[in-house]
């Protein structure tokens, strides 16, 4: 990393920082960006808001699989119809999982891990 000043008119000083905070990117980290001819991305107003939601809803799910989980542990020595309600536990536990493994790595993607503030 390198400290560099830019002289800049207070007209595109205020562009830049205001670009830069759409973008959710220290100005430093746009302007590398636009060094490396990698288009900004501006965020919708709404970005924040819907990361908390989604981050609700996988703690939610997350609460809902260990649920399923011990469900289908205290069924298991059952005899009445154990089978059948075991796999349809099992079933709706993986179902849980896989979506949280998915809901995770779009919580990942939306949150960069690369940009520094």
Known sequence: MAKITLRLPAVSAADLARRARAADLSQ????????????????????????????????????????????????????????????VGLRLLEDVRQHLAVAASLVAELRPAWRSR
């Open 28 to 87: 430093g980290d746009y302007v590398a960006g636009l060094l490396a001819c990698l288009p900004p991305h501006t965020l919708p107003p709404d970005h924040a808001q819907a990361i908390a939601a989604l981050s609700r809803s996988t703690d939610h799910l997350a609460a809902v699989s260990t649920d399923l989980s011990m469900m289908v542990r205290l069924m298991e020595p059952m005899n009445a119809r154990r089978d059948e309600h075991c796999l």
